[in-house]
């Protein structure tokens, strides 16, 4: 057969055609993605400079919230005889521990309720932590009453406490108490040197109580199994859940580990 009748090659033309459409189809898909990820970016920056319209009732009502806090912590100091209290309480045999939860309060208006959550070492809702029963946390109590829940812990809660949500303080970070190698490079001048001495420490309040409370790290507990079961804004003593609940805050514990 003469060349003239034979059929053409067309395997490179159509190679090349193919090499050119999967390049435009890459480019386009790199185009594409470049896009959205600008498109991204801009709602995030347009997000940030877009702030939410508030009435002027929401600035009134904080302030109105703060005054009314201010008073009520006046009246609280005034009224409140902590010299007297406290011996009696103590010819009761009233426990030397505290355990203390921060239940409400999402956002304070007033800053002597905040700073006072923040010397406690309770910034922020659901912290809790052990503070031993003087006249001083007794008036600290008094006084931020309305957004937490205390009591005396027994044994067995400070124990589960520790080991289910138990952290401490290492070199400014919070971090997992892994072993009692931990407790001992941090606290074994102090002769203790595993995490049953830490228990002890604290239900004793021994003399090293202070030490072992600043290398614990503030509690961070969940809401109550089966929610609240009362008025969180009516006091424990008058049916509701805030305030001292004595050893009955063993329960409401158990229900937020």
């Known amino acids: 057969m003469s060349d003239k009748y034979a059929v053409p090659n067309k395997l490179p033309g159509k190679t090349v055609s193919v090499l050119k459409h999967r390049k435009r189809r890459i480019l386009q898909d790199e185009a594409v993605v470049t896009q959205r990820t600008n498109d991204r ?28 806090t201010a008073k009520r912590i006046k009246q609280t100091i005034l009224r409140t005889n902590i010299t007297a209290e406290s011996a009696a309480a103590a010819k009761e045999g009233n426990p030397k521990l505290l355990f203390v939860m921060r239940h409400a309060g999402k956002k304070i208006f007033d800053k002597t309720t905040t700073e006072i959550f923040r010397t406690l070492r309770m910034p922020y809702r659901h912290n809790a932590v052990f503070l031993e029963n003087t006249k001083e946390h007794q008036l600290l109590l ?59 420490e604290i239900c004793t309040v021994g003399p090293n109580f202070a030490a072992v409370n600043q290398f614990l790290c503030a509690f961070m507990l969940s809401s109550p199994r089966n929610g609240w079961q009362k008025k969180v804004s009516v006091s424990y003593k008058r049916g509701g859940e805030y305030g001292d609940r004595g050893s009955a805050v063993n329960e409401l514990i158990a229900r937020c580990l």
Do not use: W
């Open 41 to 68: 970016i801009k709602k995030r920056l347009a997000a940030k400079k877009h702030h939410k319209f508030r009435r002027a009732e929401s600035f009134v009502m904080g302030y109105i919230k703060a005054e009314k």
């Open 142 to 200: 008094r006084v931020i009453e309305p957004y937490v829940i205390y009591g005396n812990p027994s044994l067995s809660t400070i124990r589960e406490l520790i080991f289910k949500k138990g952290f401490a303080r290492v070199n400014g970070k919070k971090t997992a108490i892994q072993s009692n190698t931990m407790v001992e490079e941090q606290l074994g001048e102090k002769g203790i040197i595993c995490l049953e001495d830490i228990i002890h």
